[in-house]
C-alpha cells in the first residue's frame, strides 16, 4: 500500500507491503519513516479533537486526544465527547475525560475558559 510519511513536510511517499507480521517499508528517508509505515499498516492511530459542552454556556471548550488513538475507536472516542459537559474553570491540559473510549488516552482541554 502506499502512503505518505506526516512526520515532516518532506512528506516522503512510502510503499508498504504487509505479509503476516512481516511489513516492508520503502521509499522513506528517515527511520522515523520507517517506524510510522509499519505502525500505519499494523496499528493505524489518529489524533481526535472535538469540542465539549459547558454547563450554562453556549460556546464549546475545544477538546483533543493527548495521544493518538486507534482508528477504530475514534467514533467512540467522538461518542464521548459529544456526551459530555464540564464545569468552568478549566485550563490547557487539564483532563476532560479520562482512558476516554477504554482506550488508555486521556481528553484534555485546549483552552482556557
Ligand atoms: S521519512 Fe523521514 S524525512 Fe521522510 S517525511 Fe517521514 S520523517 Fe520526513
Known sequence: MKMICINCPKGCELDVVVNGDDVTVTGHTCPR???????????????VTGLVRIAGMRKPLPVKTKTAVPKDKIEAVLFAMHQTTVQLPVKIGDVIIPDVAETGVDVVATANM
Not at 33 to 47: D, F
Request: no cysteine; hydrophobic share 25%.
Open 33 to 47: 519513516g520507517e517506524a510510522y509505515g509499519r505502525s500505519e499498516a499494523l496499528h493505524p492511530t489518529r489524533m
